[in-house]
């Protein structure tokens, strides 16, 4: 019998065989035979010569190459923490915004839809809990169908070999040429995507891998992970996921562009309806369910992506970005920047921050209220807790945002450069308590008389390397006037403060010296400029000249209010990571920079600033509640301060034009004219309603202060060149807050002072001033 016959169907023991007809084949089909034996040839190459026989070929590769190639692949495939969203809490639990390079929450199997688990195996590989890492069947189907059509129409790739390649994906992570290179279709790359897929199935169970595969694979509109995908297309939880909603978002990963239901909703639903046949052909959707499924709309409720610090609401973006710079430059974070860029990068952050986010509600208002954003100018303030150093508030009139048209920006007026800020801005006044401080832990005696004249050279002082000298005595730029021609003195320091005067501070300046005013400042947390810039030892530092920001001068008064004790500016009181685990964050860092006695005089003296007589008499809170601070205005009024305390909060205002400066003088702000603008009359009304808005209900405490005896009266009545009792005059007889009887400063308290002593200005001042001919004072008369 021939060898070339064929059998009929007939079951008759009596059949025979019929030799078959010779067949002719075509050029073309005769070359589709040939793809097919290079395709299977390839497989087998590829698959027998690397996982399990190494003794076949390989097309391009010799049996030797492919095995070594194999062989030569590290086993310790690593899956590194997939990149996920976190989230910044203020500190009541409320959520300020979520920030991540990849929207992504991971999330356990059970807080995933059966549905979504198992719509993704029918359309991905439905034979995926049948086979190995590799699935020979579904390659040789493959092979066959590419091999007939002479293109590339099926893949052959394993959920598991899918899933491994998404992970060389995740590790390539912003570096567009490690991504491409995770994704070049190579023989050498399968190989290895083989490899891993082999061990990953040694090590997991399938329910895992496909646990992780929905946790890192893309949906599309910036959605990583099936929790990000069911929050972005239908506003729910991927547990909560119907069969359409299912099918559709199983369908997505093929091609998410392709198939984007905001952008090509047909498509979209002829890919659901396809999935949703592949689960009936798989038996896990009857035919009743799928013909409802498919009946349904595509049923979108999509929210658009909501990442970081913008999305943030009540003004909260500022402090938000704060945090994200805290987190980026703090060692305890990572010893270097790389290493802190990785953990924020990677996410998966709970952050619970300081925030309070009724404060913030009041200060936000405030900045707002006051200021309008379409003003030539803007403001800023930020609250302190005393004693602890955490930051309650952080605000400003311009929105963060990324359009100037909008009046937008993500400068931070409240802190320094190094943190999102800007080159912060000149204080003014606000810097003289800062310079008693000095002189009180001097040895100064808190009744310290100068003789204060209406105008004066620049004096010689001593620095920390040697000593400055005027050489420009007898110019315009070689001396410093106080503000109004009424002041002359002599005066003490609760006058000197109260009314700002500046020859005042100059001459206690030149008495202990620029190095030992540097030095409180840098106790106290000024430690450079805004800019980074270190602080410059020149006569007009301690009247303000040297830029600094809200946050800062802040936390200076707060110290005041804590008694001498600083503490570090914080942000962050705990961070968890998604599985709860606690991540270290920076410790609070206080220090005694004063002596309590001399944080109590400067605390009565400035109640003196806020009370009769003194440049802030007007800025007083609800209920009469007990208030310290100073005011500050600089040359041309671009720039006003005032920052004040209570015993429990502290808060500094900044107004002025954000760059260059804008004279405040002739200007409209908040809808309301301002001949000019003063620390007290323009960001001292914004303190004041923040304030009051933010003390609501929280009980009232008290200063320690003391007992500062009032220097004797005038015998020339003229001498101050003002009547006594008027609005910003000296008068015959002090008018400083000691003078006004019945003050809250009046009291004894406890004495501290020694005798007062009288100093006269030196007579010898011979070197440039060099303070860039700034007005560095507020005026009394137009300051309350």
């Not at 004693?387 to 990324?402: D, F, H």
């Not at 006594?724 to 004495?751: E, L, M, N, W």
Request: aromatic fraction near 6%.
């Amino acid at each position: 019998m021939s060898r070339k016959s064929r059998r009929t169907s007939s079951p008759d023991p009596g059949d025979t065989w019929v030799p078959r007809p010779p067949r002719r084949e075509s050029p073309l089909a005769l070359a589709g035979h040939a793809v097919k034996f290079l395709g299977y040839s390839t497989l087998a190459g590829v698959l027998l010569a690397g996982v399990a026989l190494p003794a076949a070929g390989a097309l391009g590769l010799t049996a030797k190459n492919t095995a070594d190639s194999f062989d030569n692949i590290p086993d310790d495939f690593k899956t590194p923490p997939l990149s996920q969203a976190s989230q910044i809490y203020d500190a009541k639990g409320g959520l300020i915004a979520k920030v991540y390079e990849r929207d992504r929450t991971v999330i356990p199997a059970d807080q995933m839809s059966p549905l979504i688990r198992q719509a993704q195996v029918d359309i991905e590989d439905a034979r995926f809990y049948e086979h190995g890492a590799v699935d020979l069947k579904g390659v040789l189907r493959a092979a066959t169908k590419n091999a007939e059509s002479g293109t590339t129409v099926q893949g052959a790739s394993t959920l598991t070999q899918q899933y491994v390649k998404n992970v060389n994906v995740e590790k390539a992570g912003d570096d567009q040429a490690a991504v491409l290179e995770a994704q070049r279709k190579t023989l050498g790359r399968k190989i290895q995507e083989l490899k891993y897929a082999i061990k990953l199935e040694e090590d997991l169970t399938k329910d895992q891998i496909l646990t992780n595969y929905l946790n890192i694979t893309f949906y599309g509109h910036q959605a990583y992970g099936i929790q990000a995908a069911s929050q972005r297309y239908f506003s729910k939880d991927a547990k909560d996921l119907t069969v359409p909603e299912a099918a559709m978002l199983a369908g997505l990963v093929q091609n998410p562009s392709q198939y984007d239901p905001k952008l090509h909703p047909v498509a979209a639903q002829k890919r659901r309806d396809t999935v949703i046949d592949k689960m009936v052909e798989n038996k896990h959707l009857t035919a009743a369910q799928a013909r409802d499924a498919k009946a349904a709309p595509l049923g979108l409720a999509y929210k658009d992506p909501q990442n970081g610090c913008i999305t943030a609401n009540a003004g909260m973006g500022f402090f938000c970005d704060y945090v994200r710079h805290v987190v980026k430059q703090d060692p305890v974070f990572g010893k270097s920047a790389a290493e802190r860029k990785k953990l924020w990068d990677q996410g998966g952050l709970n952050i619970y921050t300081t925030l309070d986010p009724d404060k913030q509600a009041a200060a936000q208002s405030a900045v707002t209220k006051k200021v309008y954003v379409t003003d030539p100018v803007s403001a800023a303030i930020t609250m302190v807790e005393p004693g602890s150093g955490k930051i309650l508030a952080m605000a400003q009139t311009r929105p963060y945002g990324l359009d100037p048209n909008k009046n937008q920006t993500v400068v931070n007026y409240n802190v320094d450069a190094a943190m999102g800020g800007g080159n912060g801005f000149q204080p003014g006044s606000n810097f003289k308590p800062i310079v008693a401080a000095a002189a009180l832990e001097a040895g100064l005696p808190d009744t310290q008389i100068y003789p204060s004249p209406n105008r004066m050279d620049w004096p010689t002082m001593k620095t920390c390397d040697g000593t400055w000298k005027n050489l420009d005595k007898g110019k315009k730029g070689g001396s410093i006037p106080n503000e109004s021609e009424r002041e002359v003195g002599p005066y003490d320091l609760k006058q000197a403060m109260a009314l700002s005067v500046n020859t005042y501070f100059v001459q206690m300046e030149q008495e202990i010296g620029l190095c030992a005013v540097k030095q409180m400042a840098n106790r106290l947390g000024v430690a450079t400029k805004a800019s980074g810039d270190p602080l410059q030892e020149l006569p007009a530092l301690g009247l303000g000249t040297q830029e600094v920001s809200p946050l800062v001068m802040a936390n200076v008064y707060a110290t005041f209010a804590a008694r001498g004790t600083h503490c570090a500016p914080v942000a962050i009181n705990r961070i968890t990571t998604v599985d709860g685990k606690d991540v270290p964050v920076v410790p609070e860092k206080c220090d005694r920079v004063m002596s309590e006695d001399t944080a109590d005089v400067i605390n009565t003296v400035l109640l003196g600033v806020t009370e009769k007589g003194g440049t802030a008499r007007d800025l007083g809170l609800d209920g009469d509640r007990q208030i310290a601070g100073k005011t500050g205005t600089t040359d041309e009024k671009k720039s006003a301060w005032f920052s004040g305390y209570t015993a429990n909060l502290a808060a500094s205002v900044w107004l002025g034009g954000p760059a260059k400066g804008v004279p405040m003088k002739n200007i409209r702000i908040g809808g309301k004219y301002y001949p000019e603008i003063f620390g007290a009359t323009g960001p001292g009304p914004i303190w004041q309603l923040a304030m009051n808005q933010a003390l609501k209900g929280v009980p009232e405490e008290t200063f320690e202060t003391v007992y500062i005896p009032d220097p004797p009266p005038r015998r020339d009545p003229g001498a101050s060149g003002s009547a006594s009792g008027s609005p910003g005059g000296t008068g015959s007889t002090p008018t400083g807050p000691a003078a006004a009887t019945g003050g809250r400063t009046a009291d004894p308290g406890r004495p501290r002072s020694t005798q007062p002593t009288q100093q006269t200005a030196p007579n010898e001042q011979t070197a440039p001033a060099q303070h860039g001919g700034e007005d560095r004072t507020d005026s009394p008369q137009s300051d309350g």
